[in-house]
Structures are given as C-alpha cells and as structure tokens.
C-alpha cells in the first residue's frame, strides 16, 4: 500500500514536469510569491501585471501565488533543508541578512551592473527607498516594490473645528491628542499592542536620536537613551494622567487592525499607521482625512520605512537564462509605469520618481495630496531594523517592548529590561563579529 | 412533592435555556455582524443590527449581503474548498484500508509479536502527529510532497484510533460467518469485503465523522506544510482573511467568510446531529 | 504448478496478519516514530550560521539554554511553560463541571432537546481558527462587541487580548466555549449506562435530587471523570490555534503557549536545535499523561479474546 502509494508519487513527480516540460521546451517559468496583506482585489491587480508581464515576454511564463503572511512565506524559504521553492518574492526588505546567511538570494547589483545606465536607473529610485536593499558594503540585494512608512493620520474636520494645527513633534502631538479626546473619542492611537510593536516604536527611537538600526547589521541599539525615551512616550500615551501619564489613548496601545477601523468610526481624532492604509482611509472615511508627518521626536518628525522588496531566489541550480529572466520581471514590476499604478491602486509609496510624474498616480496626488505627504515624508525616514539573526533579535525587541507597553514591565523597570534584551542581541550578534 | 418537582424542573429548564443562549450567542452575533454595513460599526447603543441614518433609502435599519461579496473576492474559496475535500476523502479512504487490514489482523489472527506491533502503533496515540511539526515538515520535503495535497494527508493514513476501534468492532463478528465464506472459497479481502465490513457500518459512520471533522478544521499543519493557494484549504484561507486586517479590520467581511467556511460542518452537524454526538462519543469510550 | 499451491497457500497465510498490518505500522513508523527519534537526535545539535556551516553537536546545551532564564530562549520558556499548565488546568477545572451540568441537563425529557444539544455541541464542528476568529471579534478593543456591550452598560472597556493579566483568560475561554460540548457528550454517555431502576430504588429511600446526585450519581461517573481529565488536559496542550488570531501569544508572552511558540520559533533555521528541544520537553509531558491514561483504561484489554 505505502510502497504503492510512494511509488504513485514518484511517477507523479517526475512524470508531470517532464511532461511539461516537453509541451513547452523553450518557455522559462518562474513562481512567484505575493504576501502582499492588504484587502480584496489587490490579488487581481498584481495578477494583472503579471499577465501583462506574460504577455510582452513570449518565453516566459511568470505563475503567481497570493501566499498571505510575510514571515510565513519567509520561513518556508530558509528553514532548515529548504531549496528556494520560490523564483521571485515579495518579501519584507528587513530580511535581507536572513536570505543572504541562507545563501538563497542572487544580489540584484549583478543585473544592475549589465545595463546600459545603471547609474539612471539606481537614482530613479528615492534614496530612502534604498536603504534596505543594501548590505553594508553597498550592494544592492533587493528592488523596492511595495514600500510604506509610518505616517500621522487626522481627522481633518475636527482640528479645523477646533482651530488646532497639525502637530509636527510630540509635543505638540499631545497637546492635540489631549484637546482633541472625549468620552467617546480617543486622541491618539499608536498600534503597539499585540503583535509587532517593533515598526512603531522604530520610528520614534529614530525621533528621539538613535534608531534601532544603521548600515552594520551586526550593531544593534536597543538599549541607548533614545530608545528609552521613545518607550516611555509610547507608554505614557497610554497611561493615565492620574498615574502620570498623558491619557490620550487605550493602555498598552490600540490593536494594528483595528487602529484604523476606530478612526473611521470617529473614535479616535487621530491615528499613526501605515502609509499603505491610506486608500482604504481616503475611500471610506465620512470626514476629510489628514496625512501628516509623523511628529515622533521632541524635535520634529521621524519616520521609519517598511513593506515588501523583491528578491530573486537561486541555490545555484539556475542557468543564466532563468536568472536573466527573473530580472526581467523584476525589472518590469519596479518600472515607473506600474509603480505609478500600484501607488494608487495600493496606497504604497511608489519608489521611483519619475512614477509621480505618470498616470494615474499624477493626477491622484493633485485630487489627494495627501499621497504627495508620504512621499515627501521619504526625508525624515531612517531605515527599518535589519541585522544578523534578524528572526530571533526581532523577536526579542518585539516581546520586550510588548513587555514595557502592555504595562507587565514597570517603566522603572523598562532600563534594565532593555539592558537586559541589549545583552541577548549581543549574545545573538557576537558570532557574526 | 410534585410542585416542587416542578419547581426544579422550572429551574432547570431556565438553566438549559440560559446556558444554550450563552453558548450560541458568539454566532448569533457573529451572523448578525456578517449582514452589517460596514460603514455602521457597532457602536454603543447599536450593537444588534446595522441601524443608522441611510439618507439614499430612507430606512432606519437595513442588512446587507455585500460583506459575503467582499470576503468572496478575497480568496479562490471554491478552489479551497476543493481542496478541503479532497483531503478529507483522501485521508478517509486511505484510513479506511489501513485500519480495516490491520483492525482485522488484530481482532481475528494470532500471530508471533502481536501485542508488541499493536503497542507500536498505539505509539501514534500517545504522541500526536500534529506535536511533530517541525519533523514532519522535514519528512515532506525529503518525500518531495511539501505543498501539495499529498502532504496533508499522508501522516494521517494510519489511524491508530481507527485500528482500535474496528478491532473492537470486528471481534464482535461471529466467526461462523467467517469460516462459512472461506468453505465457499473466499480469500481474505473478500471476506472483509462481504463479512465483516457490511456487518461494521455503523463503526465506520462514526470514524468517518471524527475523520471529517478533524481533517476539515486543521490549520496548524496544512499552514506549514503547504505555501500555494490551490492547495490550501479552507482553514488557512480563513487565516489569509484574517490577515488582511493589516490596513483596517473589517470585521462584517471577516463574520461573513468565517461563516462561509464553517458552514458546511455545522450544516452536516445539523442534518445529522444524533449521528454525529454518537460518532465523537465512540472517539473516546473503547 | 498446482502441486506447489498448498505450501504457497501456506505461507501465505503465515505471512498474511503482518501483510496486513504493514500499512499502519509502516505509516506509524514513518510519521510517528522516526519523527520522534530526529527530534531527539537533532535537539542536540546546533545549526551552523550560514546554510552551508555543519550543524555542531552540543550534546545537553540545548536544554541547558532553556532552562537558563538569561537566555534570549530559556528567558521566555519558563513563562510559556506555566501559562500552558495553567490554560490546560483551567481549561479543565471548568470545562468538565459544565460540561456535566450539560449532560444532566440535556438528560431529561424536555422540550427542545434538539436545538440544545445543538447549542452546546455545535462549537465541537468549527475549526479552531474558525471559532477564534469569531472571539476576536467579541473582544475587539474598541470595535468588538463585548467592550461595546460593556460601554452601553456604563462598564469599562477591557483589552481581553492586550492586557497581560487577562489575555490567558481570553484564550482560556475561547478553548472552554468550543471544548465542553465534546466533554458533555462523554457525560451524556456516561449518564445513559447507569441504570434507572438503581434511582427508583433510591427514590423509595427517600433521596431527593441532589442526594441522588451526589451520592450516585457522580460516584458512578467516576471513571468517565478520571478519564475526561486526562484526555482534556492532553488535549488543551494541543489546541492552539485560536492564538493565531487572537493574540499570536502577546503581549510578552503572557498569553502565549508551548505549542505555539514551537510553530513560532520554526521560522529560523538557527534555533531549529532548541525548537527539536521543546517539542522533546512537550511530548515527554504528553507521554506522561497518556501513558497513565493507557495504564488505567486500556491494561487488559488486549488478552479477553
């Protein structure tokens, strides 16, 4: 029975893709993977460019999987045993240094290098937007394709009611959050509770003066004076006035889905979440929503980037024609046409410059400047974490600062545990030094 | 005497009806969520059904199918769904042999080492497959079935649970029967075929609704063992749902592709509730 | 060729039984046993820093690591390791209790009995992930229900998934919610068997209903109780699920469980070393269980034939 079956499975296995393979000798296929996590008929639109993709570039066949969660999809390419499953992925550009211990990504530098203006094509891009897609050494391992950052939403009815200005600090982010907030109505919500409080907080340790990461991936800065201060303000939001607090929001932080959920309902006067939230905001909100830059520090705003790159995966068993064909579909999804379109179809910050100058993404941001604002918003951004054993050193920042938000940790406290957290990442990181 | 009877049964029957109201109000509610506008969350006041000022219909309260469209759009559900099925039968049918074969070796054969193979695979009873995550994974991948259907179903195949109970079953057939198709010229599989298994049905409806049931809800493993949506089932589709949360959860869509994916067992559940309260109490009682 | 049939025949019959156990036994040891010994083989090895490093024995480290309450692993384990205790304990502790008053309940001539055992049992058919996404929309921060039900009381708004002393409840309940028909049925069962002509005798001495109950009753369930322990508390080391989407075992580990941080942990082909060591840990309490389980119910039940 099992030998049957085992054997029913080897001639399944290597009948079918001979017998592919024979129907259609000359055609390169690539899989390619989207985790993009953003509603509906998002799958349909990237469906769309592949097709469009297919259709220009007779001889390859691009097939695309919708596979739902990043780190999922993440964790099937470098566990244990694994060949890359997978030809071209959207993945979070944070798991740069994961890809390339695992010795599973070709670095997009060796296409770059083999067109005719590399230089042109690299400068298309916002600088930020590049700065997860180099190692320390400069080269560039991934292409920007569906990139956020941490941008302030507002209810924009309510501060012209009231004749309060934007906030550009946090400072002035309290001030307006406390005047702002009413039985039914929170001030503020920052989304640091449950999951992954890490993003957030990236954005106000960058504000405060020292972001958690820069360009060595074996150096991390978790327990530096500024990622103290960005803690205590996240907490202190959160926090009572009687306890010492400012009181502008739930304690422990508002939940990432449901952040903006309560905002359109008009229960929060504003909120900080991704510039990807931004259609779905703009498309259902009864009131005119505002995008600002996010006021993280006592200084002026910060704001950390985000979202997904596009890699090229190979163990080495690809020929050249694979690999160029792989870059070419990378080339096409990263091109300003369909960034242009992807910008406004998403609500993601599209990379490249001259897409802002194309439809429909141009005459978008004339009817909603507010996309122009997260582009803009690109000058104040640092990098988003990335680092050795970016997994596990994640999963330490994540659950020490859920520790200190969700009040399990006593701000008193929140020195040592950082401290504490700072010497885990050492102990993580010393071997790669 | 009886008035007080009465009295109790009274009591009772409050008590029925209060904690049949407590346990069936997450899905009244989750039904109610799922005819919601989304643009009328709940709100205090306004929890039961979307009521707000609807200017273009002029209505107080309205419902709407629109959240089941929207889920509907965010998943190949029917490919899921097939999937979900296949798997189902896939591992029912293959259950079926193996246990069948091995459940009548160990009811009706003497043989060297018995009890020490019947320990062995009771094994599979005191470790659950599904601890054995990272192994298995592993285990798929050298097969060469990781993300495919085939790795959803293959550690599955053999059922300890199932051996025990058709053996309990099978000892129960006189073995009269059995010798009387063997004088006629039966070999083995027919005598299972026409003897013992016709004479087991009702054991097998009981395997089979435990089977179903365990299979159609996993998530834990098929999230691991399969990347590529055609061959998801529905379990994990519900889970992508649940990610799409990332720019605004929209928890009228989220209520209405919960209930498309849970409808069909509690619909069966309901067409053939005796059957199946049977069926999960015999999962226990050997 | 016909000469040879009947030692053919022979053989065959001797060779028969183990044909015919050799699929399960064969599939038991593939996706059970072998399983089990890599998992205790590879927990004590540590995977290299790149894909092409060898993994490096480090014989016992591994556990050591866990156990070590500074390391980045072992700091988080201990927490996990007594919530899970906890969850199953409570999961237990109040889930067979009304799991029996359901059974006596629904054990009476009564009207409606269809849509009552519909209401406690249906939870039993949904998926895990399907029931917790529905609790996920009753506790909700400020959109779910029960905090929306709890303003319109007047009552303050609880963060059943966010605040640390209250997220294993949650999760707890959730596990409750769908666990206790599926313990109700084994009551029910247990009910039936008990013959009525014992109560009518007890009735003639002037019991009343409670009397009954306690002093009938439960003792005569006894073994269906012992047995609904162990299998519920083995069973709420492997339900979880629901965490996927209530809370993914936040904040800071509070509400997070053994099993889960397993399938956390799979992700980084770094720990696979100690991710092989938990599930050592985890299936060696398991086993503990079961096996006690086996040695009350299952001992002679093999040699009545």
């Given at each position: 029975m099992m030998r049957r079956t085992l054997l029913m499975l080897v001639v399944l296995v290597c009948v079918l893709p001979v017998a592919i393979g024979i129907s259609a000798q000359d055609d390169i296929t690539l899989d390619f993977y989207f985790p993009t996590a953003v509603d509906g008929p998002i799958v349909s639109t990237i469906e769309g460019y592949v097709a469009q993709f297919n259709e220009a570039n007779p001889g390859i066949t691009v097939v695309p999987s919708y596979t739902g969660s990043y780190t999922q999809t993440r964790d099937t390419i470098v566990?244990?045993?694994?060949?890359?499953?997978?030809?071209v992925a959207v993945m979070l550009s944070t798991d740069l240094y994961s890809f390339i211990q695992e010795e599973t990504i070709v670095p997009a530098q060796s296409f770059i290098d083999t067109m005719d203006d590399p230089a042109a094509f690299v400068d298309d891009f916002f600088p930020a937007m590049l700065l997860n897609s180099r190692d320390a050494d400069g080269t560039i391992w991934s292409i920007p394709f569906q990139r956020s950052s941490v941008a302030l939403y507002y209810n924009a009815d309510l501060f012209e009611a009231e004749g309060i200005a934007v906030p550009t600090n946090t400072e002035e982010l309290i001030a307006a959050a406390q005047a702002l907030q009413t039985e039914d109505r929170a001030g503020l919500l920052i989304p640091v509770a449950g999951g992954f409080p890490t993003w957030m907080y990236q954005a106000f340790a960058a504000g405060f003066g020292q972001p958690l990461t820069a360009e060595d991936p074996s150096v991390v800065n978790f327990n530096s004076e500024a990622s103290l201060d960005a803690v205590t303000f996240l907490t202190l939001v959160g926090t009572s006035a009687e306890d010492g607090?400012?009181?502008?929001?739930p304690a422990g932080g508002s939940a990432w889905g449901e952040t903006p959920t309560a905002f359109l309902a008009g229960q929060a006067a504003m909120i900080y979440h991704t510039s990807g939230s931004l259609s779905n905001l703009l498309n259902n909100a009864d009131f005119t929503v505002g995008v600002a830059?996010?006021?993280?520090g006592p200084e002026g705003p910060a704001t950390v980037l985000g979202g997904g790159n596009m890699y090229i995966f190979d163990?080495?068993?690809?020929t050249q024609e694979e690999l160029d064909a792989a870059w070419a579909f990378v080339e096409f999804m990263s091109s300003p046409e369909i960034q242009s379109d992807w910008g406004v179809a998403s609500?993601?910050?599209?990379?490249?410059?001259s897409a802002w100058d194309m439809e429909p993404l141009a005459s978008r941001v004339e009817e909603f400047p507010q996309y122009g604002v997260t582009r803009d918003q690109l000058d104040v951004a640092v990098m988003e974490f990335s680092s050795y054993d970016s997994i596990n050193i994640d999963g330490i920042v994540n659950s020490t600062l859920s520790g200190i938000l969700s009040g399990e940790v006593p701000l008193e406290e929140a020195q040592a545990t950082l401290d504490t957290a700072q010497a885990q990442i050492d102990g993580l990181l010393d071997a790669y030094r | 005497m009886t008035s007080e009877r009465n009295r109790w049964s009274i009591v009772a029957d409050v008590l029925t009806g209060l904690l049949a109201l407590i346990w069936l109000l997450p899905l009244i509610f989750t039904i109610l969520m799922s005819l919601r506008p989304s643009n009328v969350p709940i709100t205090v006041g306004n929890i039961f059904i979307g009521c707000g000022p609807f200017e273009e219909l002029d209505v107080l309260c309205r419902f709407t199918l629109d959240n089941y469209y929207e889920a509907w759009l965010v998943a190949p559900w029917l490919q899921h769904l097939l999937t979900s099925v296949l798997v189902v039968i896939g591992v029912l049918g293959v259950q079926m042999i193996t246990m069948t074969l091995a459940g009548y070796a160990f009811a009706k054969l003497r043989f060297r080492g018995r009890g020490l193979l019947l320990g062995f695979i009771l094994l599979q009873l005191m470790i659950p497959t599904g601890v054995l995550l990272v192994q298995n994974l592993t285990l798929v991948r050298e097969l060469g079935v990781f993300d495919t259907r085939w790795a959803l179903m293959m550690p599955y195949w053999g059922t300890a649970f199932g051996v025990l109970l058709i053996r309990q079953t099978f000892r129960g057939v006189p073995t009269d029967l059995e010798e009387a198709a063997r004088i006629d010229g039966a070999n083995t599989l027919q005598i299972l075929a026409r003897v013992y298994v016709p004479l087991s049905l009702p054991t097998y409806v009981a395997f089979a609704l435990v089977s179903i049931s365990a299979r159609w809800n996993e998530f834990l493993w098929p999230f691991i063992a399969t990347r590529t949506a055609e061959v998801r089932p529905l379990t994990v589709a519900l889970n992508q749902l649940y990610q799409t949360t990332e720019v605004g959860a929209q928890y009228g869509e989220l209520m209405a592709g919960t209930l498309l994916v849970i409808a069909p067992l509690v619909v069966l559940f309901l067409l053939f509730q005796r059957r199946f309260i049977e069926s999960f109490a015999s999962s226990g009682i050997k | 060729m016909s000469e040879h049939l009947p030692e053919k025949t022979r053989n065959w019959s001797v060779l028969t039984p183990y044909l015919l156990v050799a699929p399960t036994v064969i599939l038991v040891f593939l996706f059970t046993v072998y399983p089990s010994f890599q998992t205790i083989y590879q927990s004590l090895f540590q995977p290299g820093l790149s894909r092409s490093d060898p993994p490096i024995f480090v014989g016992l480290q591994n556990y050591v690591d866990l156990f070590d309450s500074t390391h980045f692993l072992g700091s988080r384990l201990m927490l996990i390791f007594r919530n899970t205790l906890v969850f199953a304990g409570a999961t237990v502790a109040i889930s067979l209790p009304i799991a029996l008053v359901m059974a006596l309940l629904v054990n009476?001539?009564?009207?409606?009995l269809a849509l009552w055992r519909f209401s406690f049992f249906y939870p039993t058919v949904l998926p895990l992930i399907g029931a917790a996404s529905i609790w996920a929309f009753l506790y909700a921060d400020t959109v779910g229900l029960i905090n929306t039900v709890l303003r319109s009381l007047g009552l303050p708004s609880v963060n059943w998934t966010g605040d640390p002393n209250v997220v294993l409840l949650s999760v707890t309940v959730v596990n409750i919610w769908k666990q206790t028909g599926f313990y109700m049925i084994f009551y029910l069962a247990g009910l039936q068997s008990i013959p009525r002509d014992i109560y009518e005798a007890a009735a003639l001495d002037g019991a009343g209903y409670f009397q009954q109950l306690f002093r009938l009753t439960l003792p005569l369930l006894r073994r269906t109780t012992l047995f609904l322990l162990i299998v519920s508390f083995t069973y709420a080391f492997q339900t979880v699920e629901h965490l996927q989407v209530l809370n993914q075992g936040n904040p800071a580990d509070r509400g997070n469980l053994l099993l889960y941080f397993v399938f956390q942990l799979i992700g980084s082909r770094r720990n696979l070393g100690y991710v092989n060591a938990i599930t050592v840990i985890l299936v060696g309490l398991l086993l503990i269980f079961t096996i006690s389980n086996f040695l009350i119910f299952e001992r002679g039940g093999d040699d009545d034939q």
């Open positions: 566990a244990e045993g694994m060949e890359p499953i997978v030809d607090g400012y009181g502008v929001g830059f996010a006021p993280s163990d080495g068993s690809k609500g993601y910050v599209a990379a490249r410059q | - | 009476r001539r009564v009207r409606g």
